[in-house]
Nanobody, 125 residues
Framework: EVQLVESGGGLVQPGGSLRLSCAAS????????IAWFRQAPGKERDGVSY????????YYEHSVKGRFTISRDNAKSTSYLQMNSLRPDDTAVYYC??????????????????WGQGTQVTVSS
């Protein structure tokens, strides 16, 4: 059974940090690119960060560039999203997704093969 399980969400004050994890099982993790998406209340789900098979192949949505860092550990079948300098507008449910054949536009959601259930991140004082 294929699974992507996110963890690490929670409540944090503005300026704080969180590290999200995405643990994969049921498929060969190293063969897939990974992206993180988020959906804020009342808004569409949008791409946040992407990492390809190569750790040097990363991409960030403009508002998180310089604050978020995506990484992967293929030996552990896990991707991470380190989030620093968090702001209230980062509040959302965060999802990880896996794609075997990455789309040219990295955050084209219909191309992604597997999705996690999401983890809530709330940034508030």
């Amino acid at each position: 059974e294929v699974q992507l399980v996110e963890s690490g969400g929670g409540l944090v004050q503005p300026g704080g940090s969180l590290r999200l994890s995405c643990a994969a099982s049921g498929f060969i993790f190293g063969d897939y690119a990974i992206a993180w998406f988020r959906q804020a209340p009342g808004k569409e789900r949008d791409g946040v960060s992407y990492i390809g098979h190569d750790d040097d192949d990363t991409y960030y949505e403009h508002s998180v560039k310089g604050r978020f860092t995506i990484s992967r550990d293929n030996a552990k079948s896990t991707s991470y999203l380190q989030m620093n300098s968090l702001r209230p507008d980062d509040t959302a449910v965060y999802y990880c997704a896996a794609v075997f054949d990455p789309p040219i536009i990295r955050f084209e959601q219909e191309y992604y093969d597997y999705w996690g259930q999401g983890t809530q991140v709330t940034v508030s004082s």
